[in-house]
């Protein structure tokens, strides 16, 4: 089977697994520094959103690893990078947490790149499957 049409699609997935893991990966291993710059009192909460990263990570690889990718499936991770950009945006409006500006101004800025990284996917979503 020739999979070279499903190959933007690999790329665009892979992209969103190594910002999501680098993403992860950091809030696990520098918990402590990440709460210290956003004025967060608790490093915990970071370290299970860098956990829920790297299960999201898993599935990503999974979806770009496939012989066949169903657009079902890549659907469903673009719909997730917009919950993540939609809570973004709730945590700038509402900002529950005391975050200082430097946190804003990082929760913009990934925002900003998992809405173009689930634009990029949608740009290059399988026609059928």
Request: glycine share 6%.
């Amino acid at each position: 089977m020739n999979t070279y049409p499903q190959l933007p699609i690999r790329r665009a997935l892979k992209a969103n697994a190594v910002f999501s893991a680098l993403s992860g990966i950091t809030l696990i291993s520098l918990a402590q520094l990440v709460a210290d710059s956003f004025a967060l009192s608790n490093p915990l909460i970071l370290q299970i959103i860098g956990a829920g990263l790297l299960f999201f990570v898993l599935g990503l690889l999974y979806t770009a690893t496939r012989p066949t990718i169903k657009r079902t499936h890549v659907q469903r991770i673009i719909l997730l990078d917009l919950s993540w950009v939609l809570a973004s945006i709730v945590l700038l409006v509402v900002r529950p947490f005391g975050l200082n500006s430097f946190a804003h101004g990082e929760i913009a800025l990934v925002a900003l790149i998992v809405a173009s990284l689930a634009y990029w996917q949608y740009r290059v979503l399988p026609a059928k499957g």
